[in-house]
């Protein structure tokens, strides 16, 4: 029946009723085969390959090139976007369009005007409210801090759990009473507030990130012991004796790579990259691995991290501290004079780390030829290193590398987590280093399950949309630089060479941000099609199995292939199912992670700017819009200059060069344009910053404020 249904409905040319579809499949009038064809169709409505549609009647999803299936993103304003998997352009839905999907909700669209690309909602699919955090108002409502949603939500008085107005708590919506009105289930009470760290708890809990582990998990961790035993090292190389090391942030507790090197009789070079073996600790069928599976990643935030895995493993017997005996995974790689990797081993094996080393007294070495004390015996091993990177990464920028050189802040907060300082983190030779040594083992791990033609997870990152490059250089023309490219094949080399003619202006680090916006996002996948940013042609990610599932999965797979041997028809059919799956989850919780930061990130920053009202800066345009300006400051503190506060114009947004126009300033305001600005406006609640001209009369009104 389905079959004969799918082949009916794909070649109609319009959408069918019941009694159409009776007669073209020739069914007798029975109440069983009516009953047949009614849960046949429900099936196929439910898998979202048939639609049914208001006037009753059924066509395929995919012979209505109206009709688009997709993930709601609502906004402060009330209007929406719908996310189509696959596609970078969403489709832009009026308030009125709604038909009471809220955000997050999946929905089927109808795309009204494709030019425009704008639609309305035909149907809910699946009501993806679920957990939200908010805080308690007015005794028993709650007011979300997802301010997309649009809904009200109460509590009944009898659940509230003792909870009181300005408690921040994680609920779950339940059954709607009204017009957008729920009823809630309060799961979890983050505290009041103001209490430190209830600010940042709330954006964890909002993303669906979990913070403490079970018992049942802390019962299973608490078996493994706390120190590597004589007979868990037979049959592994044995690297012990080797002056082996590590190099990480100054504060930094899990600790996943070592390295090592060799300068060879030839000139060649023997790199070590020591891996933490997380695999051998955590292992299918155990409730920890369920766990890191469902994490997919740890957190990193402005005064905590919220680990992977529990501490014991973390920070413990997978952490690669110094002076104790540690099993990995090692990549041995044999590297000549010119960067090439012309031979590679992977190998059980067990280190002990002679020093935990910081980046910061690592540069000091390098940069400034300054040696601290406790580093004097490591000199020669790190110049040899820095040697070898040069090499490297020389090799790396002749075959596309893409540096796109992106500044990242670091915001310094006290002992209760309030932001103090923000400071551009810097990144020196011993960072680019490690960099350097990650990728070549992750190419060379990926390259030699790939050759083996085995079930793998790769780290891939698809190429650029043409017509995205072909609009950010159209926007740089705009900017008065003509940029020489050839864009008939986009390769890496071709970004990196549209870079390099970009380097020497001014509102470069901001140009750069923009390429990189033009640029897909690496995800994980089973299937290897290359990552274009590092010009790789297959990659992975093998490096970081304490704080990644992805390298967890990948450890495994070497274990089970190369250590093993274990590569029977119906392991490699069980991964070939499994594999996938890994990969999609990976991909979604880093998504969810990444915003996660990026959220913490504004919030700190808002509250560091808020003791700043009333505060001069100079500051650059750093994104242009119809409702103003994006200004960044030096410490990279973006804030909005609203059109109201610009001087009166009629202003016109162009958005081919970004630009800002009125009848008045005609040349109007663009991106890198350099700005005096006065903060106005800061709000810690609502993650924004707001500036406004700095000019005489602003700052009377300012200090005033102050």
Do not use: W
Not at 177 to 201: F, R, S
Not at 375 to 396: D, G, I, S
Request: one cysteine or more; charged letters at 30%; a negative charge.
């Amino acid at each position: 029946m389905k079959e004969r249904l799918l082949d009916l409905l794909k070649n109609s040319k319009k959408a069918l009723e019941i009694r159409e579809i009776e007669d073209a499949l020739g069914l007798d009038k029975s109440a069983e085969s009516l009953k047949e064809l009614i849960v046949t169709l429900n099936e196929l409505e439910d898998e979202l390959i048939v639609h049914h549609t208001n006037k009753n009647r059924y066509e395929l999803y995919t012979n209505n090139t109206r009709l688009k299936i997709g993930t709601l993103v609502g906004t402060k304003g009330g209007y929406a976007f719908v996310h189509l998997e696959g596609e970078d352009n969403d489709i832009y839905v009026n308030e009125k369009d709604l038909n009471h999907a809220v955000h997050n909700d999946r929905v089927v669209v109808e795309i009204i005007n494709p030019i425009e690309r704008s639609g309305r909602i035909l149907k809910i699919l699946k009501r993806n409210v679920g957990m939200q955090v908010g805080e308690i108002v007015d005794n028993n409502h709650v007011k979300l801090d997802e301010n997309r949603l649009h809904i009200d939500v109460i509590i009944p008085k009898n659940k509230l759990k003792g909870t009181m107005p300005g408690h921040k708590v994680l609920i779950k919506v339940g059954k709607k009473i009204g017009d957008n009105l729920y009823e809630g289930e309060i799961v979890k009470i983050l505290g009041h507030k103001n209490a430190p760290g209830v600010d940042i708890l709330s954006i964890v809990y909002k993303y669906g990130i979990n913070d403490t582990f079970s018992d049942e998990i802390m019962d299973e961790v608490a078996k493994i012991p706390d120190f590597v035993d004589e007979k868990e090292m037979i049959g592994r190389t044995d690297f012990r004796d080797k002056m082996i090391f590590t190099i990480d942030g100054d504060d930094t507790k899990d600790i996943d790579d070592a390295i090592s090197l060799e300068k060879l009789d030839n000139e060649n070079y023997l790199l070590g990259v020591h891996i933490a073996d997380v695999s051998y600790y955590v292992k299918p069928g155990m409730k920890t691995y369920d766990e890191a599976l469902d994490r997919g990643t740890s957190v990193y935030l402005a005064d905590r991290v919220i680990p992977m895995l529990p501490r014991k493993l973390s920070n413990g017997i997978c952490s690669l501290n110094p002076g104790v005996d540690r099993l990995t995974i090692s990549c041995m790689m044999k590297i000549d004079n010119n960067g090439n990797i012309i031979d590679s081993e992977i190998l059980e094996s067990v280190i002990n780390s002679k020093k935990q080393m910081t980046y910061n007294n690592v540069n000091l070495i390098l940069e400034k030829n300054e040696v601290p004390a406790g580093y004097e015996e490591f000199v020669e091993p790190l110049k040899n290193m820095y040697e070898l990177t040069k090499k490297l990464r020389k090799k790396k920028i002749k075959n596309g590398y893409i540096d796109f050189d992106v500044d990242e802040a670091k915001i310094i907060v006290d002992d209760n987590g309030k932001a103090i300082d923000i400071k551009k983190r810097y990144r020196g030779i011993g960072e680019n280093m490690i960099e350097d040594f990650m990728i070549a083992a992750n190419e060379t791990v990926a390259e030699t399950i790939y050759y083996m033609s085995l079930p793998f997870i790769y780290r891939v990152h698809g190429e650029p949309d043409d017509e995205k490059i072909r609009n950010f250089l159209t926007f740089v023309g705009s900017l008065g630089r003509e940029v020489d490219a050839n864009l008939k094949e986009i390769t890496p080399k071709t970004i990196q060479d549209i870079l390099k003619q970009l380097k020497d202006m001014e509102e470069y680090g901001i140009i750069s941000s923009l390429m990189l916006r033009c640029m897909q996002k690496a995800v994980y996948d089973f299937v290897n099609t290359g990552h274009f940013g590092l010009a790789s042609k297959c990659y992975t990610h093998f490096t970081s199995p304490i704080r990644r599932f992805p390298d967890t999965t990948v450890h495994r797979l070497l274990r089970m292939y190369l250590f093993k041997h274990k590569m029977d028809s119906m392991t490699i059919k069980y991964l070939e199912h499994e594999l996938p799956i890994i990969a999609k989850h990976s991909s979604e919780k880093e998504r969810a992670s990444v915003d996660c930061e990026r959220d913490v990130d504004k919030m700190k920053m808002a509250e560091y700017m808020e003791s700043k009202i009333g505060e001069r800066y100079n500051g650059m345009v750093s994104g242009v819009i119809e409702r103003g300006l994006f200004i960044q400051l030096p410490n990279l503190v973006e804030g909005l200059i609203s059109v109201e506060e610009l001087p009166e114009d009629n202003y016109i947004y162009d958005e081919s060069t970004m630009t800002l126009r009125g009848k008045k300033n005609v040349r109007g305001y663009r991106l890198g344009d350099k700005l005096d600005i006065i903060v106005s406006n800061a709000s810690k609640e609502d993650h924004t910053v707001d500036f406004v001209l700095d000019n005489e009369e602003n700052r009377k009104i300012y200090q005033k404020v102050n």
